[in-house]
């Protein structure tokens, strides 16, 4: 014969007296006396009514509860105000906004000094670049160019575009590889 093991599956199969045993205990057929019967449709029907009471009494205090927010002027619009004001509040006061706020915060900082470092550069090569030998000679023929047409306007008193022409005349002369401007009298 086997021995028997402790705990909580037993090696020997179940012997048929234990199976009718608890067969037994299950009513399958879920019988129930007329009296028994009676005693749970008290109780149902009880349950329905204490249902239907709390039903009213909860529309009333639902009525109450509207009459009181109309008196205090809540209107669902300011209660959405409210909830939202305060949600924004719980958020703002989080410990994740807090963090992504102060990491936006160095960023920002950060990009701020880099745009600055950045500005500065340009003004730099901007200054070294006006005190380049070819900006000086492109800033002295806009020079000389701007005092021609001022003399020739004032001095002469032609025409705004007999000025204009000869202006264009003079600066083809002064830069012979210049052939995109051409004089009033070559275009008619």
């Known amino acids: 014969m086997e021995t ?59 009525k109450q509860h509207a009459e009181l927010k109309q008196k205090l002027g809540i209107t669902p619009l300011s209660e959405l105000r409210n909830n939202f004001s305060r949600s924004w509040y719980d958020m703002q006061t989080s410990t994740a906004y807090k963090k992504t706020s102060e990491t936006f915060s160095t960023a920002g900082q950060k990009t701020s000094a880099a745009f600055n470092n950045l500005g500065s550069a340009i003004s730099r090569k901007f200054g070294d670049m006006r005190n380049s030998p070819s900006f000086k000679s492109f800033e002295e023929k806009v020079e000389s160019t701007v005092s021609n047409i001022k003399t020739k306007v004032g001095g002469t008193g032609g025409s705004f575009e007999e000025v204009l022409s000869s202006a264009a005349h003079a600066s083809t002369q002064d830069t012979p590889s210049n052939h995109l401007i051409d004089s009033p009298e070559e275009t008619r």
């Not at 199969?13 to 067969?23: F, G, I, K, T, W």
């Open 4 to 62: 028997r093991q402790q705990g909580l599956l037993d090696a020997e199969p179940l012997r048929e007296s234990e199976e009718d045993n608890m067969v037994s205990d299950v009513d399958l057929n879920n019988t129930v006396t007329e009296e028994e019967r009676e005693e749970i449709q008290q109780e149902l029907a009880k349950l329905e009514e204490e249902i239907s009471t709390l039903r009213q009494v909860l529309s009333s205090k639902e």
